[in-house]
T-cell receptor, first 110, second 121 residues
Framework: RKEVEQDPGPFNVPEGATVAFNCTYSNSASQSFFWYRQDCRKEPKLLMSVYSSGNEDGRFTAQLNRASQYISLLIRDSKLSDSATYLCVVNPGGSYIPTFGRGTSLIVHP | ETGVTQTPRHLVMGMTNKKSLKCEQHLGHNAMYWYKQSAKKPLELMFVYSLEERVENNSVPSRFSPECPNSSHLFLHLHTLQPEDSALYLC????????????????????FGPGTRLTVL
C-alpha cells in the first residue's frame, strides 16, 4: 500500500456543485496533514491544514478520520477558479519530512 | 509572491553540460528542500537541508549534487543528466528544522518556489 493515496480523477463538476476528495495514508502514526492546491504549471500552495477536530475556511472543509486513516476535502459551491490539482500531504510520525500524494484533478465547468 | 525564488525558470541542457539551479528564500526559515515533479507522478523529495546541514537524501543519483551555503540559499548542481531527468524542479522552505533525537518539531507548511522547468536533450 502506498504511503499516501489519492484518486487522480479528473473530477468534472458543474459550477455550484459540491465535490469531495479523500486521501488515505498508511502510517497510523502520522502527525500532520495538509491540503495543497497546484494550478497547471505552477508551484503547490497551501490550501489548508487539517486538524483533528476538522476545520473550515469559507467554501472549503477539511476532515481527518484517524480510525480509517484518511483525510477529506469538501468544496461547496464550486467556482471555475477552483479548477486545479489538489495535493494531499501527510507528515509521518517521527519525521517532519512530508509525503505528497499524486494529487486529484478537479475541473469545474460552466 | 511566496518569498521563495528560483532561477532559472526554464533550462534546456545537453547530457554533457553542467548547470546549477538556484533557490533563495526570504522568509527566515530553517529548512529547505528540493523536489522533482514529473508528469503524472507525485512530488519526489530529493534533498532536505536543516540549518545548512543535509538531513535527508532520498536515494538520488550522484549526477544531482546539492549545496546549501547558508540558510537562505540552496543550489542543485547538475552534470551528465539523462533525458528522463527532464522535469519541474521545485524548491521549498519551512520554518521548523526536522525531527532530531529527543525532540519532535511540529511540521509547518512548506512554501514553494515557482520551479525550474528542466529539459535534457
Amino acid at each position: 500500500r502506498k504511503e499516501v493515496e489519492q484518486d487522480p480523477g479528473p473530477f468534472n463538476v458543474p459550477e455550484g456543485a459540491t465535490v469531495a476528495f479523500n486521501c488515505t495514508y498508511s502510517n497510523s502514526a502520522s502527525q500532520s496533514f495538509f491540503w495543497y492546491r497546484q494550478d497547471c504549471r505552477k508551484e503547490p500552495k497551501l490550501l489548508m491544514s487539517v486538524y483533528s477536530s476538522g476545520n473550515e475556511d469559507g467554501r472549503f472543509t477539511a476532515q481527518l478520520n484517524r480510525a480509517s486513516q484518511y483525510i477529506s476535502l469538501l468544496i461547496r459551491d464550486s467556482k471555475l477558479s477552483d479548477s486545479a490539482t489538489y495535493l494531499c500531504v501527510v507528515n509521518p510520525g517521527g519525521s517532519y519530512i512530508p509525503t505528497f500524494g499524486r494529487g486529484t484533478s478537479l475541473i469545474v465547468h460552466p | 509572491e511566496t518569498g521563495v525564488t528560483q532561477t532559472p525558470r526554464h533550462l534546456v541542457m545537453g547530457m554533457t553540460n553542467k548547470k546549477s539551479l538556484k533557490c533563495e528564500q526570504h522568509l527566515g526559515h530553517n529548512a529547505m528542500y528540493w523536489y522533482k515533479q514529473s508528469a503524472k507522478k507525485p512530488l519526489e523529495l530529493m534533498f532536505v537541508y536543516s540549518l545548512e546541514e543535509r538531513v535527508e537524501n532520498n536515494s538520488v543519483p550522484s549526477r544531482f549534487s546539492p549545496e546549501c551555503p547558508n540558510s537562505s540559499h540552496l543550489f542543485l548542481h547538475l552534470h551528465t543528466l539523462q533525458p528522463e531527468d527532464s522535469a519541474l524542479y521545485l524548491c521549498a522552505s519551512s520554518q521548523d528544522p526536522p525531527f532530531t533525537s529527543g525532540r519532535f518539531s511540529r511540521v509547518n507548511e512548506q512554501f514553494f518556489g515557482p520551479g525550474t522547468r528542466l529539459t535534457v536533450l
